[in-house]
């Protein structure tokens, strides 16, 4: 059995904008809370992706909206893996 994923941390800034820890010290300023969770939900979509077995639309838009967040924050490198995993959970 694996570890289950867990969210990335989040924190809201003095200025009401929210932030995601990528990495230990280093967070990514989010224009909106939802942003903020979308990335931080990241390693949960992508676990869910690896454990669907059949093609699987819901999951398949979940790791598209994860990627189009990611390629907005400036974080390509992880939104493409996220975009081919879509794909695969498409069946293609």
């Given amino acids: 059995m694996s570890k289950s994923a867990e969210p990335l941390s989040l924190r809201q ?10 990495v230990p010290d280093n967070w990514i300023k989010c224009e909106t809370k939802e942003d903020a969770q979308i990335i931080s939900n990241a390693p949960i979509v992508l676990q869910e992706s690896y454990e669907t077995l059949l093609p ?6 979940r790791l ?8 907005q924050y400036k974080m390509g490198f ?5 975009q081919a995993r ?4 498409r069946g293609n």
Avoid: M, S, Y
């Avoid at 800034?13 to 990528?22: F, I, L, M, S």
């Avoid at 598209?64 to 390629?71: F, G, H, P, S, Y």
């Avoid at 992880?78 to 996220?82: E, N």
């Avoid at 879509?86 to 959970?89: E, G, H, P, Y």
């Fill in 56 to 61: 699987n639309e819901k999951v398949a838009a």
């Fill in 64 to 71: 598209e909206r994860t990627a189009d967040k990611l390629e």
């Fill in 86 to 89: 879509a794909k695969l959970a």
């Fill in 78 to 82: 992880h939104a493409r893996r996220f």
């Fill in 13 to 22: 800034c003095d200025d009401g904008k929210w932030e995601v820890e990528n």
